[in-house]
């Protein structure tokens, strides 16, 4: 796997564009991040993609993009149409990854959590599982077996979502910005007025679900198995200070779409 790649993942809430250096004589199992925007309005895509290409011309040879939400994906393809850019791999079935994926449904298991646990799968060690926690509009925490299999695991709301619900299902509580929640050290307990009290419950009320959803996975190892913790997505920065020993792996699932969609089977 040679060469560089530009890579788009379409999220729920933003989409991430990332150059990507891919290098078989690479020390780095993971295809290396040159450069990446995140961003928040789908109109700024096609702009962003054209100035990346260009910047990063002639290297960069091809285009891959996925995303959990088909029709965005369409819309941000859609694109391409009117673009000097060739248009990009689609990566937006369970076919199209290197993964072994034991769950009730493998057609419904969301896109980028497969796509973080080829990732995944490129730097663990032989024999060790993975614990990988994605933190974005939606939080999943899922269990990558030592042999490799993506076998399910947990989503419960995100930081944003859980602030926006708390606003919108009653009548006094302020919406609290995640951004906010950015501080170090965490925030203190107790909460001395309505918005600290808002900040310690999504802080700390998150980061004790993760923490009971990475032990009940770590539970059903061998007690001499060795599990490892990555921590991804647009929350990492805000929880990981509550994970110390967690590897900040920031943009998991787009290294895992560069890694398939660069397959030979594709190429």
């Known amino acids: 796997m040679t060469g560089t790649v530009l890579a788009i993942d379409v999220g729920n809430s933003r989409i991430k564009v990332g150059v990507f250096r891919c290098c078989e004589s690479s020390e780095s199992k993971l295809p290396e991040a040159v450069e990446i925007r995140v961003i928040e309005c789908p109109g700024e895509v096609k702009e962003t993609v054209e100035s990346l290409w260009e910047r990063h011309q002639p290297d960069c040879g091809t285009g891959i993009i996925a995303g959990?939400?088909?029709?965005?994906?369409?819309?941000?393809?859609?694109?391409?149409?009117?673009?000097?850019?060739?248009?990009?791999?689609?990566?937006?079935?369970?076919?199209?990854?290197?993964?072994?994926v034991h769950v009730d449904e493998p057609d419904k298991a969301g896109l980028d959590r497969l796509l973080n646990a080829?990732?995944?799968?490129?730097?663990?060690?032989?024999?060790?599982?993975?614990?990988?926690v994605d933190s974005g509009t939606a939080t999943t925490v899922d269990?990558?077996?030592p042999e490799g299999a993506f076998t399910g695991g947990a989503i419960l709301p995100g930081?944003?979502?859980?602030?926006?619900?708390?606003?919108?299902?009653?009548?006094?509580?302020?919406?609290?910005?995640?951004?906010?929640?950015?501080?170090?050290?965490?925030?203190?307990?107790p909460g001395r007025n309505t918005r600290e009290a808002i900040h310690n419950g999504l802080y700390y009320g998150h980061v004790g679900a993760i923490?009971?959803?990475?032990?009940?996975?770590?539970?059903?190892?061998?007690?001499?198995?060795?599990v490892r913790i990555m921590l991804t997505g647009g929350g990492a920065p805000i929880l990981a200070s509550g994970f110390p020993d967690a590897e900040r792996m920031p943009w998991l699932s787009l290294q895992g779409l560069v890694l398939s969609g660069t397959d030979s089977r594709f190429v």
């Not at 080829?118 to 990988?132: F, Y």
């Not at 919108?168 to 950015?182: F, I, S």
């Not at 923490?211 to 060795?226: G, I, K, M, V």
């Open 118 to 132: 080829v990732a995944a799968n490129a730097v663990r060690g032989a024999s060790e599982a993975v614990i990988i």
């Open 211 to 226: 923490r009971e959803l990475c032990r009940q996975l770590t539970a059903a190892c061998e007690p001499s198995q060795t």
């Open 159 to 189: 930081l944003a979502l859980s602030a926006r619900a708390l606003h919108q299902y009653t009548e006094l509580l302020p919406l609290v910005p995640v951004v906010d929640l950015r501080s170090d050290p965490p925030p203190k307990m």
């Open 68 to 100: 959990s939400q088909p029709h965005r994906v369409s819309k941000v393809q859609g694109g391409w149409s009117s673009s000097r850019i060739p248009a990009p791999r689609i990566v937006d079935r369970i076919t199209d990854v290197t993964l072994e």
């Open 143 to 145: 269990y990558i077996s």
